[in-house]
């Protein structure tokens, strides 16, 4: 609390609500959990622009219903994924932006988005990493016959889901368990998850020491 000259006690100014911009390729129900988390003021922080690279994809409508701005651009029209990343990291700090996620986009990123974002860009993934990176992180949980997977929220370093991991949650596999069954369950954790840890990024509790992550009370 912070004293008036007259006494009385006030509350201090909360920090500024941190800026988000979210990348996705497909229909954005990963968005549309955070979105609702933000709007609901369950996270202190705005989300300010959603990146695509695929100018039909759901996600872009849901932003649009969230007035959220978009960016929505066509690879093939650059000469390279640097090329396209530059552009994409100005407008980034032109808006200054504070935190990166990646829900559901399907393109792997260089330096020259990583560099300037590190520690402050994360990614969801349907599977519990290490275990599983890459496409299709459900169907290779199944194919394995493995008895747990799930969902993991983890910094964005420039490979395959290699980056250090912040939070898990685990889904069961049934034996009756089906790609589509068991992606439904595992999109639910990553509803719950992926909000949760952004929470706590809003909220400066995450901290990064090499590959360990630690969430402070």
């Not at 911009?21 to 922080?45: C, K, P, T, W, Y």
């Not at 994924?81 to 200054?96: D, N, S, T």
Request: with cysteine; charged share 20%; glycine share 10%.
């Amino acid at each position: 609390m912070t004293a008036t000259s007259g006494g009385d006690q006030v509350a201090p100014k909360p920090a500024a609500p941190i800026k988000i911009a979210v990348f996705a390729s497909g229909s954005g129900s990963n968005f549309q959990a955070l979105a609702e988390n933000v709007r609901d003021g369950r996270i202190h922080a705005s989300i300010e622009l959603v990146v695509c690279d695929k100018p039909s994809a759901y996600v872009l409508e849901r932003a649009r219903n969230f007035q959220v701005e978009t960016y929505t651009f066509s690879p093939k029209q650059y000469a390279s994924r640097q090329a396209y990343e530059e552009e994409i990291v100005a407008m980034l700090q032109a808006k200054g932006i504070d935190l990166i996620v990646m829900a559901g986009y399907m393109r792997l990123v260089t330096s020259v988005l990583v560099e300037p974002y590190y520690g402050r860009m994360i990614n969801i993934h349907p599977a519990l990493l290490p275990a599983f990176p890459g496409i299709n992180g459900v169907g290779q949980a199944l194919e394995y016959g493995a008895k747990i997977t799930g969902a993991t929220v983890h910094f964005v370093d420039g490979g395959t889901d290699t980056g250090p991991i912040i939070a898990q949650q685990a889904v069961q596999i049934d034996d009756q368990d089906t790609l589509e069954t068991l992606g439904a369950r595992i999109q639910k954790a990553e509803y719950e998850l992926l909000p949760k840890v952004v929470g706590w990024i809003a909220e400066g509790r995450v901290s990064l020491d090499g590959r360990k992550v630690t969430i402070n009370n």
